[in-house]
């Protein structure tokens, strides 16, 4: 299966920003990460011999020492055994190729499947014991501070997503969010809708309709066309069981397809007519996230949707 938004966006905030990966860690221990620096984006290989394996991110960050400490960190959404024997790997792994401590840290969304992952496994007639450090969401501050939120957006972003029924906080950050000038605010803001509840997604992009006098119309636009075409909505008028689950699906689609469109004018990324009728055509949701995850760090659209077109 294809990686999902919810998996690839917060990795890709990773790559741009890896001293997140500090802040991450600091919340799930409750503690402070003074003295440490320069955070790195390092490989994610942990393959050993004829085994090949990727983490999802690994950032290395110099300590007060002066020596350099890494940390694994992995999206997990749902509880899976087999993960922690996985990952159990990866850290015995890092630490025999680099001879230091190795941390490793689950940001899971799901309270259930965090206090299960906290658990670790103890391994019967060794010495060994693994538990990983665990990032649940309520363990993250809602924050909605407009300096802060600024400051770190990456990590007001993941903190309005741990709260999807918290609208104060998805309202301070998404305004806040789409009043500066970073290609990357689009983006954002689409992955923070997409984790809310449906009732806050919809009084959040009210909002951000009235809000058009202030806001740009790549931002608003789109979102009045989702007002009027909601997946949902769709659903319910094709009547039956099976015709709500079409019309949902043709809604995520056209939604996603508005996200692309949008997004590659916020980056400035002119498409063909080509790459048009071929994004129109498109009807594949997995294509479409594929093509987001691509559209936000590209070049050019040929990067997103090759040379030849």
């Known amino acids: 299966m294809p990686p999902s938004l919810q998996h690839e966006i917060p990795l890709e905030m990773l790559r741009r920003r890896p001293d997140l990966g500090l802040e991450l860690l600091v919340r799930a221990l409750d503690a402070h990460g003074d003295g440490y620096s320069d955070a790195r984006e390092e490989s994610v290989d942990m393959s050993h011999r004829v085994t090949e394996a ?13 020596e350099r400490r890494y940390l694994i960190i992995e999206i997990q959404r749902r509880y899976k055994v ?9 850290v015995g792994g890092l630490m025999a190729r680099k001879r230091c401590g190795v941390i490793l840290l689950v940001v899971c969304p799901d309270e259930t499947s965090a206090a299960r992952y906290r658990e670790g496994i103890k391994i019967a007639d060794t010495c060994m014991l693994f538990v990983p450090v665990v990032l649940s969401p309520k363990q993250m501050p809602r924050i909605q501070d407009p300096e802060e939120i600024r400051r770190f957006p990456e990590l007001a972003i993941l903190s309005a997503a741990a709260h999807p029924d918290d609208l104060d906080t998805a309202q301070a950050v998404a305004k806040t969010l789409l009043a500066t000038d970073d290609d990357y605010s689009l983006f954002y803001y689409d992955f923070l809708r997409e984790q809310l509840s449906e009732k806050i997604r919809i009084k959040l992009e009210d909002m951000m309709i009235d809000l058009n006098q202030r806001l740009p119309d790549r931002f608003t636009k789109p979102l009045e066309d989702a007002a009027e075409a909601r997946g949902k909505a769709l659903g319910e008028k094709l009547g039956e069981a099976r015709g709500r689950a079409l019309g949902e699906k043709l ?4 939604g996603q397809r508005l996200s692309l469109v949008s997004l590659l004018e916020a980056r400035g990324l002119g498409i063909s007519e080509k790459q048009r009728e071929i994004v129109d055509d498109c009807t594949d949701s997995y294509q479409f996230t594929a093509w987001i995850v691509q559209a936000a760090t ?3 659209a040929a990067e997103i949707f090759g040379e030849t077109l």
């Open 82 to 90: 087999d993960k922690l024997w996985d990952w159990f790997g990866y």
């Open 298 to 300: 590209a070049e050019t």
């Open 54 to 66: 990727r983490a999802d991110s690994v950032i290395s960050v110099k300590g007060p020492d002066g």
């Open 251 to 254: 809604g995520e689609v056209q």
